[in-house]
């Protein structure tokens, strides 16, 4: 049983670009999340979101970050226009129910430069 | 929003040495989660506590919550290299819209030496 995938590891983009990451959730799983981590910094939560469903956004920035979650297909997390302020680790978390003993499972992130 | 504070932010140890790092806040955790993060890979969880003064043991990891579940510790016996991470903790706690978060302390970053 697979994990938590996200592609790519590391991305690097200049000023201005479109970023892409995408995150295919374990097997089972409907429930996805999204976290930025800065340097020296904790987990921020982004986004919560369901097949087809946005359910929580309250931590996504209000300009040019989006998330999806299609029926078929992975989660993407989408920022336009990146900015050096962009520069982080974004992970993606999946897990099979939501509560208080909700277990989430980390993907291995992917590492966006701007430059 | 609820704040976690960690303790200490850093340690480095020799391997062998026991240490014990903190997580606490001003208000009563629902329930809390401890992860280790290596570098360059994600957050894997350790354990879940919700019962005040409840303990959990992981092999050399002793995972204690406070009785009035303000505060948790994790101590960890005869620390090896492979205990080397970031340890972090996390409130699970309820946003509503049927939307549980997890809210991150910046964690102990420790290293240990051989």
């Known amino acids: 049983n697979a994990g938590v995938m996200q592609n790519p590891r590391h991305l690097v983009r200049r000023r201005g670009q479109e970023a892409r990451l995408r995150c295919s959730p374990m097997k089972g799983h409907s429930h996805v999340y999204w976290y930025r981590q800065l340097p020296e910094e904790g987990l921020k939560f982004m986004v919560y979101l369901q097949k087809e469903n946005i359910i929580d956004e309250s931590g996504m920035p209000k300009e040019r970050f989006s998330a999806e979650f299609p029926k078929e297909g992975p989660s993407i997390l989408r920022i336009q226009q990146v900015v050096r302020g962009d520069s982080a680790a974004y992970f993606c978390a999946s897990s099979p129910f939501t509560g208080l003993n909700t277990e989430a499972f980390f993907g291995q992130g992917t590492r966006l430069t701007v430059v | 929003t609820q704040l976690l504070e960690q303790s200490p932010q850093f340690l480095s140890i020799q391997e062998g040495e026991n240490l014990t790092v903190y997580c606490n806040s001003s208000?009563?955790?629902?329930?809390l989660q401890w992860y280790r993060q290596e570098p360059g890979e994600g957050p894997v969880l350790l354990v879940t506590v919700v019962t005040g003064g409840e303990v959990k043991k992981l092999k050399r990891l002793t995972f204690q919550f406070g009785d009035a579940r303000k505060d948790s510790s994790l101590h960890i016996t005869a620390a090896q290299p492979g205990d080397t991470g970031l340890y972090l903790c996390a409130q699970v706690s309820y946003s509503g819209a049927g939307s549980y978060q997890l809210t991150f302390g910046k964690g102990t970053k420790l290293s240990v030496i051989p």
């Open positions: 208000s009563v955790f629902s329930s």
